[in-house]
């Protein structure tokens, strides 16, 4: 049983370029999260996702950042016009159906690491 | 403010020793779980341990132990018999509610070191 999975797992793009990071959950899991960890930092909730629906995009830049989780194919965070604070490693988790507080299982991808030059 | 305190950026301890990574957490929710990941300098994130605000036990897995202090609002992880394998960054986190709120609050992370 695969685990999360994320490509590419690093990223060089120019300032005002655009970045696509990719997420294939856990097979069986339809809900999706993405965190942003800046560096010596810890990560920091950006969007909530299940099948064509956000849930929660509490923690998304208002400008630039768009996520999506289409019917069928992996879920896109998308940066356009990158710029140099946009550099961090981008993880992806997910889980089985909405999780009651006794549950443990959201498990995280190995991230996507975007420098812009 | 701070929902989740790690107040030990970088420790340093002695293989074999048993080492204590501190957590203390603010919620008013009365459901809520709390969980440890390790990020080794390769940089992914290794879930080690969760415990839900209802568990009347600590939760254990192997080494691993969380001494889940609820009045006191802590949750540290408590690694036994520490090996080189275990030096990275230790992450505290903590998701809120039952339905609906499931993202994750972590803390500032520990650095750990085990020296041979």
């Known amino acids: 049983n695969a685990g999360v999975m994320q490509n590419p797992r690093h990223l060089v793009r120019r300032r005002g370029q655009e970045a696509r990071l990719r997420c294939s959950p856990m097979?069986?899991?339809?809900?999706v999260y993405w965190y942003r960890q800046l560096p010596e930092e810890g990560l920091k909730f950006m969007v909530y996702?299940?099948?064509?629906?956000?849930?929660?995009e509490s923690g998304m830049p208002k400008e630039r950042f768009s996520a999506e989780f289409p019917k069928e194919g992996p879920s896109i965070l998308r940066i356009q016009q990158v710029v140099r604070g946009d550099s961090a490693a981008y993880f992806c988790?997910?889980?089985?159906?909405?999780?009651?507080?006794?549950?443990?299982?959201?498990?995280f991808g190995p991230g996507t690491r975007l420098t812009v030059l | 403010a701070q929902k989740i305190t790690q107040t030990q950026p970088g420790m340093f301890v002695q293989e074999k020793e048993a080492v204590t990574l501190d957590c203390t957490y603010d919620?008013?929710?009365?459901?809520?779980?709390l969980f440890w990941y390790k990020q080794p300098s390769s940089g992914e994130m290794i879930f080690l341990i969760y415990?839900?605000?209802?568990?009347?036990q600590n939760a254990t897995e192997g080494r691993y132990s969380l001494n889940f202090q609820k009045a006191r609002k802590s949750a540290n992880l408590v690694i036994s018999a520490s090996q080189l394998g275990d030096s990275a960054m230790y992450f505290c986190?903590?998701?809120?509610?039952?339905?609906?709120?499931?993202?994750?609050?972590f803390g500032q992370g520990t650095r750990l070191t085990i020296n041979p």
């Open positions: 988790a997910s889980s089985p159906v909405p999780l009651a507080a006794r549950s443990n299982e959201q498990f």
């Open positions: 097979k069986g899991h339809s809900h």
């Open positions: 996702l299940q099948k064509e629906n956000i849930i929660d």
């Open positions: 919620t008013s929710d009365p459901s809520y779980g």
């Open positions: 415990q839900g605000s209802y568990d009347q």
């Open positions: 986190a903590m998701r809120e509610g039952i339905q609906g709120a499931q993202k994750l609050v």
